[in-house]
């Protein structure tokens, strides 16, 4: 069997351009995630976009109702949410030391690990072993929670103008990238692009909400078990909920942690609370997410985010399952249009069975 040189240049181009896509992934990781946070918000707010369009506004003063709105809102849960986060996370960080120290001396509820392990020992060695290149200055950590704050600030500017901007000019990208494409295959590439928008705004949206109302069930289960930090804690459930199957495990496992420093049938109560909510939401909410606005198997969600995971860490899990639903769209396309040309082939139109021997 022969290569023609056309197919094997063919071949080691798209090689090469996918090579190229992945260097591009890692090495502007830290931008493509500012970018992917953007468009998923922008994907979450445009329905009500297009809500208030229906009824009768224009794009531009549509877009800015919404984005009021959701600035609104954000400030109400700031207001409501800040000033005891912050309480929280003030007492949270005085009372390490203490943790610790009676850590340290095998007692307090986490007293049992350094009593049965010495954890505290294990840690010592291990630090001891790193030198005079693991010891850091008195200032170090201060300049780095300053320069933590200001890169999250400055993230966030970035994010909220870039969704603002996705908003704005969202549907004349659409309409210029259309228009690129030659007018035999428009229509397809349009119902391609359709049933893209429409799996991936509806996996954004739900996720979004699955994530805040995880975030409530793991507040109130902290609140009436008497975990401290409860609010803090359910913030943190809510951001990590977010990534697909990972989120739920991580948080279980980390609240339950947590809720160790207040006793071991506190922690229990905890952990069997949230892997009975998960187990709930597992069955009900997400397959509505994914099989609903996806139509993925489970099979397929977890090659997906294996997949993602190793391409690009965090940000390939979030986009893994989005990605995977566009690519489902357009294999669903492909073999609709394979089967729509059999269906009217000459057999089907001289209305005669095919002859077979």
Same mark, same amino acid.
């Given at each position: 069997m022969t290569i023609r040189a056309r197919t094997l240049l063919a071949g080691l181009g798209i090689l090469l351009g996918v090579g190229a896509a992945l260097w591009l992934v890692l090495r502007a990781e830290k931008g493509l995630t500012i970018i992917a946070i953007a468009l998923f918000l922008a994907l979450a707010l445009n329905p009500a976009v297009e809500f208030f369009q229906r009824h009768g506004l224009r794009r531009g003063f549509a877009v800015a109702t919404v984005y009021v709105l959701a600035v609104m809102i954000f400030a109400l849960?700031? #207001? @409501?949410?800040?000033?005891p986060l912050v309480t929280q996370m003030t007492h949270f960080v005085s009372a390490v030391p203490g943790l610790v120290d009676e850590l340290t001396r095998g007692r307090g509820p986490l007293g049992f690990l350094e009593r049965k /392990?010495?954890?505290v020992e294990e840690v010592q060695k291990a630090a001891s072993k790193q030198g005079a290149s693991g010891v850091t200055g008195a200032a170090a950590p201060v300049l780095g929670i300053a320069k933590g704050v200001a890169t999250t600030i400055s993230g966030m500017l970035i994010i909220a103008f870039l969704t603002l901007f996705m908003l704005f000019e969202g549907p004349e990208w659409r309409r210029r990238i259309?228009? #690129?494409i030659p007018e035999p295959h428009r229509a397809r590439s349009e119902r391609i692009g359709a049933g893209v928008y429409k799996s991936v705004s509806?996996? @954004?949206t739900g996720n979004l909400l699955a994530s805040f109302l995880a975030g409530v069930v793991a507040t109130v289960i902290l609140l009436i078990v008497g975990v401290p930090y409860a609010l803090a804690l359910g913030l943190f459930t809510a951001i990590i909920e977010f990534i697909p199957y990972v989120g739920p495990v991580v948080v279980t496992v980390l609240l339950g942690l947590v809720a160790l420093t207040v006793g071991p049938v506190s922690a229990l109560v905890v952990f069997v609370l949230? @892997? @009975? /909510?998960?187990l709930v939401?597992?069955?009900? #909410?997400?397959? #509505? =997410? /994914?099989?609903?606005a996806l139509k993925l198997s489970p099979l397929a969600v977890l090659i997906? =985010?294996?997949l993602g995971a190793e391409v690009a860490g965090i940000l390939g899990v979030l986009v893994a399952i989005p990605i995977a639903g566009s690519v489902q769209v357009i294999v669903s396309e492909v073999l609709d249009r394979r089967n729509r040309g059999r269906s009217s082939g000459p057999d089907a139109k001289s209305g005669t069975a095919p002859v077979t021997s």
């Open positions: 849960l700031a #207001l @409501v949410f800040i000033p /392990y010495h954890v259309t228009g #690129l509806g996996f @954004v949230m @892997v @009975v /909510y998960h939401e597992g069955h009900t #909410l997400r397959p #509505l =997410i /994914y099989g609903h997906a =985010i294996i």
